[in-house]
């Protein structure tokens, strides 16, 4: 074991000097002497010693409780005073500076030695301490911490649950993301149903370039399932790179089910940003662990949350046509009907019936009957305006209402649709098939109206007119 190093204070040559022989055949290495404040502040930063032995008086300003008070602040250092003041003021002031011993002149061998192990075995008693302590503290910051974390996730878990749509889930997931990673630019990309492609739904700190395509077969995280963090430079995804370009860390975070890939979310963190102080995300490491809580957490319920989508589109949809059926416009127009009595605005309707559907069906067979209704459902939907609701009312009509419109705009925008449907080239069996035509019957509903079905008479009413009257045309009843 080596021997204690000591440092001597003390302004008398010959004491000092006493003290150091006494001290080397107590077994201790005297790495110094210094006769004032200033030089014993000089060697302590030199010679960084285990003790300190301090007489009160010395030469200079500094007197021997002042420069212990400067070691206590600047230096982890047990002092011992060695002194002949014996009045109050001074034990005192000595005690105040966090003495570790106060020996009298003269003492004896015997009780020098007591009083430097008491001291030092003191001093490493409250190092333990000051370390035990320091531990707990950052136990209980880590629990706490940690504890953070998991009401984050408990949140974001039942949002999840209650989520009625996957645009409320996604927002669920990025509010969680953008509290575990406040710096953080991100972009949420969902995977298409019976597609390949990676549709961007939310980012944020960056601007994501519209139209670009995405594929979920250029993403090794979410082939592989497994959270990757790459670097700029990284040969990794073509997303990554596009978007953002110029960062240090980007962590690809694979939201997949043992079923089924659901997306991908992409986190660039900056190196040196600092942490959300809540959070235990200061590291690199915690970073990673944090995002994949994160998917574990989102995968499960987002996947859900698609899957309660993809039933709801499939009960609203027509499965032929891909047009909304009469489920769907019962519950729209409940709302639609509210709407527009509530902002005083019409509301019309145009019923199309495909003229001799019947003989298609018959001369070319049921398949090319589904194709011209197919190619008719594909025109409409692409022709209307995004605030007009489309469906497959029946066999072969088709029903549009279109909010904000008069019956003589209507009559005309009817007129448009027919044309159109007249100019479909259809194909069957690599034949063409013969010009369709169409009869539509228009009505209004005023804002007065509060049920659907009367005006949906007064639209078939005048469908049956424009039928009766040769088919191919538009007729308006009010």
Known sequence: ????????????????????????????????VADTGALALELVNQEQPDLVLMDVTLRGPLDGVMVAEQLRERFDLPVVYLTAHTDTVTVERAVQSGSFGYLIKPFDDNELQIALSMARAKHAMERELRQTQAELHATVAALERRNAELQVLHRLASELQLATSSAEACVALVAAVRQFFPQALGLLLLHRLN??????????????????????????????????MHSNSHDCAHCIRSVFGGTE??????????????????????????????????????????????????????????????LREQAHRDPLTGLFNRRYLDEAMQREIA????????????????????????????????????????????????????????????????????????????????????????????????????????????????????????????LYIAKAAGRDRSVCVD
């Open 339 to 462: 709407r527009a009595r509530r902002e005083d605005y019409p509301i019309a309707l145009a019923l199309l019936d495909i003229d001799h559907f019947k003989k298609i069906n018959d001369n070319f067979g049921h398949s090319a009957g589904d194709a011209v209704l197919r190619n008719i459902a594909n025109l409409l939907h692409d022709a209307v305006r995004s605030s007009d609701i489309v469906c497959r009312y029946g066999g072969e009509e088709f029903l549009i209402v279109m909010p904000l419109s008069n019956a003589e705009a209507v009559l005309d925008r009817t007129e448009q649709l027919r044309a159109l449907i007249k100019q479909l080239l259809i194909e069957h069996d690599g034949k063409l098939l013969p010009t369709i035509t169409a009869s539509a019957g228009i009505t209004t509903l005023n804002p007065k109206e509060d049920q659907l079905q009367p005006a949906l008479e007064r639209a078939d009413q005048a």
């Open 249 to 310: 860390e980007v962590y690809c975070v694979p939201l997949a089910t043992a079923q089924e890939r659901v997306g991908v979310l992409l986190l660039s963190h900056p190196e040196h940003a600092s942490a959300n102080p809540s959070i235990n995300g200061a590291t690199r490491a915690d970073r990673r662990r944090l995002a994949a809580a994160l998917a574990d957490h989102a995968s499960l319920g987002i996947s859900n949350v698609l899957l309660r989508d993809a």
């Open 195 to 228: 597609d390949d492609r990676l549709n961007p739904i939310f980012s944020w700190g960056t601007e994501c370039i519209n139209g670009q395509a995405f594929f979920s077969h250029t993403c090794s995280a979410l082939q592989r399932r497994q959270l990757e």
């Open 1 to 32: 074991m080596s021997q204690p190093r000591v440092l001597i204070v003390e302004d008398e040559l010959i004491t000092a000097l006493d003290l150091e022989e006494t001290l080397q055949r107590l077994g201790y290495c005297v790495v110094g």
